[in-house]
Nanobody, 122 residues
Framework: QVQLVESGGGLVQAGGSLRLSCAAS????????MGWYRQTPGNERELIATITNGGSGTDYADSVKGRFTISRDNAKNTMYLQMNSLKPEDTAVYYC???????????????WGQGTQVTVSS
């Protein structure tokens, strides 16, 4: 089972930037597509970005498209989320996970890391 550790969150002013990292254990990182999710209190986790196992395919939720960039380094078993032009509504706990696509939808694996808090002040 892959273990995931998110890091890089923090407090930033609106318009600022942060770079999140997701470190994965195990030898199967490079064969899995990966995704970034975020969750605010009282709401379900929202998938905001995905990247295929080789890194050539990416997709974004409309809410972050043009501002966030997902990437990965398979040699380091690490995935990243570069977040620019941050808005107060981006405030959430951010999680990473392996994902699989069934039909047109991505589904996460059952295991989750602890997440990393991102807070954007206005």
């Amino acid at each position: 089972q892959v273990q995931l550790v998110e890091s890089g969150g923090g407090l930033v002013q609106a318009g600022g930037s942060l770079r999140l990292s997701c470190a994965a254990s195990g030898s199967t990182f490079s064969v899995n597509s990966m995704g970034w999710y975020r969750q605010t209190p009282g709401n379900e986790r929202e998938l905001i970005a995905t990247i295929t196992n080789g890194g050539s395919g990416t997709d974004y939720a409309d809410s972050v498209k043009g501002r966030f960039t997902i990437s990965r380094d398979n040699a380091k078993n690490t995935m990243y989320l570069q977040m620019n032009s941050l808005k107060p509504e981006d405030t959430a706990v951010y999680y990473c996970n392996t994902v699989r696509k069934y039909g047109s939808r991505w589904y996460p694996a059952d295991h989750w890391g602890q997440g990393t808090q991102v807070t954007v002040s206005s």
